[in-house]
């Protein structure tokens, strides 16, 4: 007689995997293939930790490079009565631009080197890949090392294109700026899109997306456990941006 019995086991879906994972994600259809899923949970804080630490160095280098770009050698806030609007604004949008460059890769760094130390001193759960475990224990720090890393990169660049323009390069020397700002966007944008290499296991398609996953994590957080001084500073952060965009504003209508 033919092994019907044995057929039906492998080839027909498994109630028990219809109602686990539902329609539309890959089914199982014995519980043989559960064992290996199991088997394959490993104790990825080295690897987190060293991610992290793949931050703190290039991070420190941008910020060793703004001091002497933006405040040793700075650009005059008030300029000629004369002088066009683009100058005016470039002029208004430095100083903003070199505070805030330099406090988010301070961030960055803060935020790093506080996370490798905890993954170190405190082993956490072991976990089935290493963007497991940052999504389930380190989700904020994660973003937060990388959205503050990736928005002092790209203020930096501003500031050398603003450097640029002023130092007698014009439109030219800003242009060549921008353009390395715009790849490096894009390199972001390809990076943040592949994400942790497989299907949902990513922030979003672009740096928008980094940035919104980022601001949905510290909103959910400031519902449940918001300490004082983080509302002190994005009071602080929120009040700054708009004196600075009032300043911007006024220097354009004058």
Known sequence: TPPSAVSSFVTKESDVGKKLFGKGRVEMKTDIVAAPRKASLDQYAPAAAELFGNMIT????L?????????ASGIDFNGPDDESMVRKVLRKVFPFCSVASLASLLVAIMCASVTVNQLTENKPAMAASVWDLLQRDYAIPWAAVNSHFVLGLLGFMWLIATKGYFMGGGPAAFGLAMSGLTVMISI??????????????????????????YITLLWNRSRESF??????AVGLFLGSSIMCAKNVWEKIQS
């Open 188 to 213: 972001v944008n390809r990076g943040v899109a592949s994400g942790g290499g497989r299907a949902g296991q990513r922030y979003g398609k672009s740096i928008v997306g980094l940035l919104q996953s």
């Open 227 to 232: 300490g004082p001084l983080e509302f002190i």
């Open 58 to 61: 290039p991070a420190s280098i």
């Open 63 to 71: 910020c060793g490079a703004i001091v002497p770009a933006a405040f």
